[in-house]
């Protein structure tokens, strides 16, 4: 794990990691919600919007927003 954030609700905690993977956990239950290949090269940056909906990566060379609703395609 290379960068590491909790939901503004504290229900998930979010992950980016050396292999450029997203990660979305339950913090009661530590069930995977969602992981999500969002980079070639490792996350170095991690941060989730105040109302949760939004979740910012980057990479050495990109920065990508996603979508943190239940129908959001990423």
Known sequence: VT?????????????GDERGMLIITDLSTGELIRAIKA???P?????VSPDGWYITTASPTEMKLWGCWPDASV
């Open 43 to 47: 996350i170095t940056a991690l941060a």
């Open 3 to 15: 960068r590491l954030a909790i939901s503004p609700d504290g229900q998930a905690v979010i992950s």
């Open 39 to 41: 980079h070639e090269e």
